[in-house]
C-alpha cells in the first residue's frame, strides 16, 4: 500500500515545486526525508517559456536555451539598445525545466511523484494534510504552488488587478533576419488603446525567434486579436513576410498589489500562490528562485517561520502598488513611464530595482526619472490608505 505520510508535501509541479525539489536534491541533508510531489497532470508540454535576468549561474544554467547581453527598446520616438552587463536575459523552455528536474528525480528513492487533481490542503499547528479524489494525505509540511481561488485571500486597501496577457509565437523565417545575441526587451511601437502593450523579440538563431504580443489591462482580448497584432509587428515592424510558425503559447499572468498568505501554520505557500509575481511587471522566476531558496535555507535551519517579508519586498510592493496605481488611473502610458525609466537611469540599475534589490539611491534617481507631478501624488495616496 501507498504510504499517507511524508516529511514533505509538494503541492504542484510548476516552476516553484519543481525548483524546490531540485534545491532539495541537491541538498544531501534531504537525503533522509520522505517527499511527494502531487500535479495534477504529467509535466510533459513546453507550456511557457521563462525569460528573466540573471548575473550569476543560476540552479537551472544547464538548461538555459539562450542568453542575451544586450536588448533593445523602442517606443515611437525613442530607440536604445541596453547592455545588460553584469546580468544576461536569459531563456528557459518549460518542458527543458520539467525533464531536467523529473529525471534527475528518478535516481532518489526518497522521492515519489503522483497525478492526481488535489482537492483543499488544510493544516493544524502539528500536520499538514492534503485531500485527493483517492484519500488524504498527511505531511510535515506542504509547500504548495496551487492558486485555489483565484483572488488571493488576504485583502488590504486599494487593490489594483491588472491583468498581463500574451501570445507568443515562435516563427522561422526562409531568410536569415534575426540577430541571435540581441534581444528585443520591449517594442511599444503599436496602438495603447487597450492599455500598456509591448512586443518581446527573443531570437535564438538567425532564422528563429519568439515573438509575443503582451498587454497590461483589465480585460483579455478576444482570441483573434493577439493573432493579428502578431502577424501585422512581423510583417510591417520585423519586415518579415516568409515564415513558419513552429510554435505557440498564451498566458495570463496576474499583476496586483494584493498580499498574499505566506504560510498557514504547516503549509508554505510558493510561486504564484505566493505571491511571488512582481506587481508592476509580472516577472516571477527569479522570485521563485529566491523563495525556493529561502525556505532549503529555514528548513536546514530550523527556521520554518516563512510568512516574514524583508524591508527590500517591503519597499518594492510599495513601489509595484504605485507604478499600478498609475496605470490603473491612467495617469500616464506604460510605454512614456517605461522609456523615462530606462532612458534616465543605468539598466543595471533598473533591473535591481526590479529585482527588489536596488539601493536607496538608486531609488531616488529612478524615482527622480519619472514625472514627480504623477508619481508623487499616487506615492502619498498609497503610502496613506
Ligand atoms: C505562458 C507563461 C509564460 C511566462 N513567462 C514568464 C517569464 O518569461 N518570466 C517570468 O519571470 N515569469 C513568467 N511567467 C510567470 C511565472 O513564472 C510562471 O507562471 C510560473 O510557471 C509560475 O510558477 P508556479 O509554480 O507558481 O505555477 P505553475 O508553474 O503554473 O505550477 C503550478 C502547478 O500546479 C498544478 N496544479 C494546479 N491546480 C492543481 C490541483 N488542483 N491539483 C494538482 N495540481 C494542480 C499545475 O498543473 C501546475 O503544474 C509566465 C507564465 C506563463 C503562464
Known amino acids: 500500500m501507498a504510504p499517507t505520510h511524508y516529511d514533505y508535501l509538494i503541492a504542484g509541479a510548476g516552476c516553484a515545486g519543481l525548483s524546490l525539489l531540485m534545491r532539495l536534491m541537491e541538498d544531501p541533508f534531504f537525503s533522509e526525508k520522505k517527499i511527494l510531489v502531487v500535479d495534477r497532470e504529467e509535466k510533459n508540454k513546453n507550456d511557457r517559456t521563462w525569460c528573466f535576468w540573471e548575473k550569476e549561474e543560476g540552479l537551472f544554467e544547464s538548461v538555459v536555451y539562450h542568453q542575451w547581453n ?11 539598445k541596453l547592455d545588460l552587463n553584469p546580468y544576461q536575459y536569459k531563456m528557459i523552455q518549460g518542458i527543458d525545466l520539467y525533464n531536467h528536474v523529473i529525471e534527475k528525480a528518478k535516481s532518489y528513492s526518497n522521492i515519489e511523484f503522483r497525478y492526481e487533481e488535489i482537492l483543499s490542503i488544510n493544516s493544524t499547528p502539528s500536520q499538514a494534510a492534503v485531500q485527493l479524489q483517492t484519500g488524504t494525505i498527511t505531511a510535515e509540511y506542504v509547500f504548495n504552488s496551487i492558486l485555489f481561488e483565484k483572488k488571493p485571500a488576504v485583502s488590504t486597501k486599494n487593490i489594483y488587478q491588472l491583468l498581463q496577457h500574451f501570445k507568443g509565437w515562435v516563427i522561422e523565417t526562409t531568410e536569415p533576419c534575426f540577430d541571435p545575441a540581441t534581444a528585443t526587451l520591449m517594442d511599444f511601437r503599436t496602438s495603447q488603446e487597450q492599455g500598456t502593450t509591448f512586443f518581446y523579440v527573443m531570437p535564438t538563431s538567425p532564422t528563429t525567434a519568439l515573438v ?7 480585460a483579455l482580448l478576444p482570441k483573434g486579436d493577439y493573432d493579428s497584432a502578431l502577424k501585422r509587428y512581423i510583417t510591417e515592424l520585423l519586415g518579415i513576410n516568409e515564415y ?14 494584493q498580499s498574499f498568505h505566506l504560510q498557514d501554520n ?12 512582481k506587481g508592476s511587471s509580472g516577472y516571477a522566476f527569479q522570485f521563485i528562485q529566491k523563495r525556493t531558496a529561502a525556505i532549503v535555507k529555514g528548513l536546514k535551519k530550523g527556521n520554518t517561520t516563512f510568512d516574514r517579508m524583508g524591508l527590500q519586498q517591503k519597499k518594492g510592493n510599495v513601489y509595484d502598488a504605485v507604478l499600478l496605481h498609475v496605470l490603473h488611473h491612467h495617469k500616464m502610458q506604460g510605454a512614456a513611464i517605461f522609456q523615462s525609466i530606462f532612458s534616465k537611469n543605468k539598466t543595471a540599475s533598473v533591473l535591481r530595482f526590479l529585482d527588489n534589490e536596488s539601493s536607496m539611491v538608486e531609488d531616488l534617481k529612478i524615482m ?8 508623487l501624488p499616487a506615492a502619498l495616496y498609497e503610502l496613506i490608505h
Open 266 to 277: 504547516r503549509i508554505i505557500q510558493m510561486g504564484v500562490a505566493g505571491g511571488q509575481v
Open 368 to 375: 527622480n526619472s519619472v514625472p514627480t507631478t504623477i508619481f
Open 212 to 218: 509575443e504580443y503582451t498587454l497590461f489591462s483589465e
Open 70 to 80: 544586450h536588448v533593445l527598446f523602442y517606443t515611437n520616438d525613442f530607440s536604445t
Open 244 to 257: 513558419s510558425i513552429q510554435h505557440e503559447e498564451f498566458g495570463i499572468i496576474p499583476m496586483t498589489n
